[in-house]
């Protein structure tokens, strides 16, 4: 790409001779769009017209991480004869600095937004295991765990099997509970044979 080394604005009576010149290239209908009005620039010296182009560094690199690398960020205008310009500009976007600059910004804010997205899941975990432990204290403050932990391996079977029975059987959860209790600081008696169909209940 061969940019001017100077160049300036023209001036509003330069204007109609710069839309001509651009038209001439690309038809009056795409030069009546102010979009590329803007971009006409006349060199210094010499008055040739051109078209202003966000140059960027490394264009024909795009798969570049420019959230690593901040300078592939940068951008600044330069300006381009006018034939050139229209080549740039209408050719491929992986030639066309402003497209490479439009896909590297969308990709940063991609990686932003998967990061913040990340980090905004990290945080629901942290704060799920937060007061899942603190409901954990609360419950063994509130259900005497200390107590719970000071029982015997048969005890806490008599008093698990009265919780599991209770919503069903609250008579029978409480003679499971008496049988616990009395075990207390000794191993329950074992029951002797009940003479009944105990596998089956029937």
Do not use: Y
């Not at 803007?38 to 690199?61: F, N």
């Not at 008696?189 to 009944?196: D, K, N, Y």
Request: glycine share 6%; with cysteine.
């Amino acid at each position: 790409m061969s940019a001017f080394t100077a160049w300036r604005a023209p001036a509003d009576s330069e204007i109609a001779d710069g839309v001509a010149a651009l038209a001439a290239i690309i038809g009056p209908v795409e030069t009546a769009k102010l979009s590329w009005q803007r971009r006409l620039v006349a060199s210094e010296p010499g008055g040739q017209w051109g078209l202003v182009i966000q140059c960027c560094a490394r264009p024909s690199l795009p798969n570049l991480v420019p959230w690593v690398d901040e300078i592939q960020l940068r951008e600044w205008p330069e300006a381009f004869p006018l034939a050139e310009g229209v080549a740039i500009l209408l050719g491929p976007a992986a030639q066309n600095p402003e497209e490479v600059m439009r896909e590297r910004r969308a990709r940063v804010k991609a990686h932003e937004e998967e990061e913040a997205a990340a980090k905004r899941k990290k945080q629901d975990v942290e704060r799920a295991a937060k007061a899942d432990a603190e409901q954990r204290e609360a419950d063994e403050r509130r259900f005497n765990a200390a107590g719970w932990h000071r029982l015997d391996e048969w005890q806490q079977a008599f008093f698990g099997l009265a919780v599991r029975v209770q919503s069903r059987d609250p008579s029978l959860a409480a003679d499971l509970r008496t049988i616990a209790n009395e075990g207390r600081g000794s191993k329950p008696a074992r029951p002797g044979f009940p003479r009944c169909d105990w596998e089956r209940g029937s």
